[in-house]
Structures are given as C-alpha cells and as structure tokens.
C-alpha cells in the first residue's frame, strides 16, 4: 500500500481509501470530485490516476512473491470501488519497483534533445495492447501542441471556477508538499511567483492581472517554452471506448499504461509532465458544455476544441496528452504524499 499510494493523481489529490479484508484481499475507493473543472468526462483523470495505484500494486506485488489481479465492484454516489486480490506465487524483483518512489513530474524545461529510437521503442512496448501511441516529436508539431496548451492555460487562468482549485492546492510555503503542489515545482521563475502570490490573493486581483496580460506571461513559461524544450509530445489513445462500467475499466487498464510508460520514462532518465487541461477544455469546447460563468472563455474553449481536431485528430478519443524529455537538472521540489495511516479504513 506504500507503494501504491505514491502514484500520481491530478494536482496531487490522493483521492484513494483502502480498506484490507483478510490476507488476500483489499477494497480501494477512488473518490471522484464532483464540481471540479478539471474533472472532465464524468472524472476520467481520476481513473486514469486509479489505473496508475493498480499498476504500482501489481509491480509492488510482484517483488513481494505475490500476484495482484483487480476487478471493478462499479459505484457508490461519486466513489468508485475496486477489489484487488493477491495470489501467493514467486518473488520476482521488479525492474520499475524502486522507481514508484523516484517517478515524479517535471514541469520545468527539458534539453531540446530528440528521444533515440531505443528509447522511444522501449517507452512504446511498456505501454502494452490496451492503448496506442501516438508521438509528435517535431519543433513544428510540438509547437502547435505547446500553442493548444497555452490557449488551455489561457482559459483555466480566467475562470473562477479553476481559480479555487489552484487556490486549495497550491503550497506556498514547502519544497516538499504532501498535500499539495509546491509553488516551486511549477516551473514558474521567482519574479512570477511573487506576482502569483500576490494576485491569488483573491479573485478581484487575479481578474485585474488577467486583464494586465497575466495569462500570456504564464503561459509562455508554463506552456511555449517548456513545449519548445522538450523531445516529444505524446498521447493515447482508445480507439473503441465502451461505455458504462467497461468504460472504467478500460480507463483503469489505460492509467496502468500510464504508469508502465511513466516509471520506464524515469528509468531511461527522462522526465514527463502530462497536460490533461488541452482535453478538458477542448471536450468542454466540443460538447458545448457550460464549465464555466465566464461566457468568453466557453467560445474559447470552442476554439481550442476546433484547433485540437487540426492538432491530434479525434482527441475526444484521446485520454492521456503529455511531453517528454531529458531534463536539464535534479529537481528539488516535489509533491510527496499524505500519511498512509489515515488512508486505510478499519474493517
Ligand atoms: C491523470 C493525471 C493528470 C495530470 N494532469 C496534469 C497536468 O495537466 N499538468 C501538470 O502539470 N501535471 C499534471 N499531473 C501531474 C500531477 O499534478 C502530479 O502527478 C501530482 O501532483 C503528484 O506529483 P508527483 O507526480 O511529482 O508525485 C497529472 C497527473 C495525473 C495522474
């Protein structure tokens, strides 16, 4: 469970509980947060987060001489519940196991230095059967991609309803946040962070630095620069999505890939950071759905949905968008974990 609990989850929310029945068996609920914007599809990136727990138990399992296998039991209000069985067989040390502790995202500029085709071969076969790969790897292509997740940065900054979001979860105060998202880990330079600090203070002021040009100022170092000093771009996608409990699973199955494709990433000295906001707001843009009060950043969101189409072609059918890199330096800063204890619930 240790090892589970270290998997990553959108802004660092660790929305799982587990309750352990007996030798053999443990529950896991996953909580989906209802009324979070960036909770899109009925909360598909948190499945996605709950596939990564799965695929840490099953290497975690592995190493410890045992067999994970897991089954969706379906959902309870906005938790989802899954039961995870451990067969007794052979101990077989995990190559990805020691890297559940040091995976970690990266959010800062990496080398502009493209993947080697063994590198980009061996990130692909981890991923496995259940999602396909798609690489966009040229300045050009990466280009226009780091331009959708600007246009996404540029929403998300100027609704209030991702504003409180960034409020809960942003921790001013620690390198090391286990609750949170360290303000230094964002890949934001100092002077940008006093003013972020400043007009997060409370709305009023976030609107007055939107309308002095804020979002572009972030954008290009949260999205053009880092999009630009990168070596790919890379998404999955899942061509024949079912619907319904199936659905989950196969959202469970394609965070496993995730995770497969994220610790062997690491393993090969890579960093990664995905960017789920370009297939939030380009769904909500696409389905007309009104996410948000703000009525210029829903014809926005259009937009985005318009130029996605051109970009990744299809990416409705898309559920995991991120880059990937040789990063020009140890990152310091990092999001670490709430204490297992009070995640286990008693029998
Ligand atoms: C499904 C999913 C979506 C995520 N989306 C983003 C994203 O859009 N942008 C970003 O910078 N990080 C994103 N992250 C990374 C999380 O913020 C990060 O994993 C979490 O804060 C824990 O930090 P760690 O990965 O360093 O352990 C995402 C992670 C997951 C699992």
Request: with cysteine; proline share 4%; net charge positive.
């Amino acid at each position: 469970m240790d090892a589970a609990h270290w998997a990553p989850s959108g802004d660092n929310a660790q929305p799982w509980r587990f309750r352990v029945e007996g030798e053999h068996d443990v529950i896991v609920s996953i909580h989906c947060e209802r009324g979070n914007v960036y909770e899109y599809r009925d909360g598909e990136p948190t499945l996605i987060s709950a596939g990564t727990l799965l695929e840490n138990i099953a290497i975690a399992a592995s190493t410890f001489g045992k067999t994970a296998s897991w089954r969706y039991l379906g959902r309870e209000g906005s938790d989802h519940r899954i039961a995870v069985h451990l067969e007794d067989g052979h101990s077989l040390p995990h190559a990805l196991f020691e890297t559940i502790w040091r995976r970690s995202v990266d959010r800062r500029i990496y080398r502009m230095q493209a993947l080697p085709t063994d590198l980009k071969q061996q990130l692909t076969e981890a991923v496995g059967s259940d999602v396909t790969v798609e690489w966009h790897e040229s300045l050009g292509e990466r280009r226009r991609i780091a331009a959708l997740t600007n246009l996404a940065t540029g929403i998300r900054l100027r609704i209030p309803e991702a504003f409180e979001v960034h409020r809960r979860i942003l921790d001013w105060n620690r390198l090391q946040s286990p609750d949170g998202i360290p303000v230094t880990a964002l890949g934001l330079d100092a002077m940008t962070r006093t003013i972020m600090r400043w007009s997060m203070a409370n709305w009023k002021r976030t609107a007055f630095g939107n309308y002095l040009g804020a979002p572009a100022f972030a954008g290009l170092q949260m999205d053009v620069l880092p999009g630009i000093f990168s070596a790919a771009y890379f998404a999955f996608r899942m061509p024949q999505p079912a619907t319904g409990d199936a659905r989950v699973s196969q959202l469970l199955r394609a965070g496993q890939a995730v995770q497969r494709f994220w610790l062997t990433a690491t393993n090969l000295g890579l960093s990664m950071q995905p960017c789920q906001a370009v297939l939030a707001f380009s769904h909500y843009g696409a389905a007309g759905e009104a996410f948000t009060v703000n009525g210029r950043q829903r014809t926005r969101a259009a937009r985005l949905a318009r130029e996605a189409a051109q970009v990744l072609t299809r990416p409705e059918e898309l559920v995991f968008l991120a880059r990937v890199g040789f990063p020009r330096s140890r990152q310091m800063s990092r999001s670490t974990r709430k204490l297992l204890d009070g995640m286990i619930e008693a029998v």
